[in-house]
């Protein structure tokens, strides 16, 4: 049985700590400066990634306490996140020093494979690879490469947090299929804290997630890809189905990468030429309107990647 008024408690607790989140940006200069490739033009803080992790953290105290989630269950995805959440504030501090992309990888595929084998090592289930250790690296490499892909969307206020929601919807969607109560819940919980960031994030915003923000909302929208995929070689659905329900941030960041590529370029070089800028700046669209056709696509692709794991 699912409590369902309890998504209420991480909407509220969210929408409070994003409240205070942001004036505490202001008063500490944590805040996001204007800048090359950058186009607010004022500072903004960047703890909205910290309002959702609280609202998150706060649910799944609740859900525990109501008996939807295990204590164990718990306590492992509180830590994972805690972690990654860290490395991305102290992204958004700037404490590294700059160009060191390579290094920038290295750590967050370390920091990834380490908190899979601990989940695993608690219980977890993945049935993503047999061998542990395959499957630790495995799913690094997907966590990786997703916590990036929301980290270059994060660049259009409400983007990269309406982009996650609708991926949330989409593993809801399966969990309720497939009658996994657990991971309905923590991704319930999930959506509802940010839905109660988007109330700040949405243009103009007054407040963005920032690196820890896009590095947790990647990480876990990287674990439920990972909880709902099966063995890839010889259960293609399965495989297929949760890449689509991550959807539009893995397009973009693949496309992106190919034509850099072909354009001799560093697929790692900053720049604004992902597939959300060329509706912003070479069509001149507004912020909004860029958003929900974005939207829109990411409805088109969670859709598909429902349907094709459950049909």
Request: glycine content about 10%.
């Amino acid at each position: 049985m699912i409590y369902y008024p309890l998504f209420i408690a991480p909407f509220i607790i969210s929408v409070v700590s994003i409240y205070f989140l942001r004036k505490q940006g202001h008063t500490y200069h944590l805040y996001d400066e204007p800048g090359e490739n950058k186009i607010h033009q004022k500072p903004v803080p960047y703890l909205g990634g910290v309002g959702i992790f609280l609202g998150f953290t706060g649910g799944l105290i609740i859900a525990r306490l109501l008996h939807q989630i295990s204590g164990l269950q718990a306590a492992g995805v509180i830590l994972g996140s805690s972690i990654i959440l860290f490395i991305g504030f102290w992204d958004d501090l700037k404490w590294k020093k700059k160009g060191r992309t390579f290094l920038k990888l290295l750590y967050q595929f370390l920091v990834g494979f380490l908190i899979v084998f601990i989940l695993i090592k608690i219980g977890v289930n993945f049935q993503f690879s047999i061998n542990p250790i395959l499957m630790a690296l495995a799913a690094a490499l997907y966590i990786l490469v997703v916590m990036n892909a929301i980290n270059v969307n994060d660049g259009l206020d409400g983007l990269s947090g309406g982009i996650v929601g609708i991926s949330l919807i989409g593993f809801i969607m399966l969990s309720f299929l497939t009658n996994n109560w657990s991971i309905l819940t923590i991704s319930g919980v999930l959506l509802a804290s940010i839905l109660g960031f988007l109330i700040s994030n949405w243009h103009p915003a007054s407040i963005f997630m920032g690196d820890n923000g896009s590095h947790f909302l990647g990480f876990s929208l990287a674990i439920l890809a990972i909880i709902f995929t099966g063995h890839p070689f010889y259960n293609l659905k399965q495989f297929i189905g949760p890449l689509l329900i991550v959807g539009f941030p893995l397009i973009d960041i693949g496309w992106t990468f190919i034509v850099r590529l072909a354009q001799q370029r560093s697929p790692f070089s900053k720049g604004r030429d992902y597939l959300y800028d060329q509706l912003y700046f070479k069509l001149n669209f507004s912020t909004p309107k860029t958003v929900l056709i974005c939207y829109a696509f990411q409805i088109l692709l969670v859709t598909g990647g429902v349907l094709i794991y459950y049909i």
